[in-house]
């Protein structure tokens, strides 16, 4: 329920930072996220006049709006429209780092850094805006909760949908992740959106699929927090990856070469970005970079234990 209330605004410019997330990590399809140690970085102050001063610089700076279509402003306005009342006006300064289009959570990260700003610029906002509440509005803006979770959070965490009152209302939990665990991505020129990416899923699965895919989820929370070892198995994906290969060829047969060697690789959310995750020591861990060959832009990254600040 939207509070109603008069604000009282900041006047001095606040600023967050939200970290890049993978989503599904194999079988967690729409529940599984991880946050990871690459950040967007923003920063907004009130204005008088009914003006929205947009800047962004970095990743996909030539392709986001500079108005008030903005997502992060858009994400802003729905999270003052949620405390009681939204400001005239709004400057826009935008840091972004996590590359667009390959399933490392962009949009998440512009939706939880709008919803941040807002709380950030008024004053008692973590009171009218709660953790838990902005789950539910990213949730809500962003169509599926595994990526907001991750970002909100911090770590790994466990989305899901609850009815109340009719209304389905994202909900999140975070799970311990080894301290072992560590994180490679391998970034891949082509874009894919997520909504083309669920286009090519198929209503309806095997039932053998399905009770695989099941059992996989569940061993991947006991994987990640306390028997890595598990990792291999526990990414194992029966629900999406096969069925999106044709959007992203390249990425399933990387995928295959590291899970061919024993080491847990998966389509990060909706792809094409592959995701390593592994607890290889630091020198065999370099040794992976070259594996993607000229078509990937790899990085190790680390798994942010914190979500946005």
Known sequence: MTAQNRLTFKATMMQVSVPATSANLGPGFDAFGLALGIRDRYAAQILDDAVFDVDVTGEGAEEVRKDKNNLVIKSMLHGFDFMGQKPRGIALRALNVTPHGRGLGSSASAIVGGLALARELVLGGDQLMTSVDMMALATELEGHPDNVAAAIFGGATIAWYETSDGA?????????????????VFVPETHLSTSKARKLLPEVVPHRDAVL???????????????????????QDFLHQSYREQAYPESMELVEKFRGMGIA?????????????????????????????????????????TGVE
């Not at 389905?168 to 311990?176: N, Y």
């Not at 989820?217 to 526990?234: E, M, Q, R, V």
């Open 265 to 305: 690789a998966t389509i990060s959310g909706a792809g094409p970005t592959v995701l390593v995750l592994h607890t290889l020591p630091a020198s065999q861990a370099s040794d992976l970079l070259t594996a993607g060959g000229a078509n990937f832009v790899a990085q190790q990254v680390e798994i942010s234990r």
């Open 168 to 184: 389905s209302i994202g909900r999140s939990v975070s799970i311990p992740v080894h301290s072992e665990i560590s994180a490679t």
């Open 213 to 235: 895919n099941s059992s996989r989820a569940a061993l991947l929370s006991l994987a990640l927090g306390s028997k890595p070892d598990l990792l291999l198995t526990a990414t």
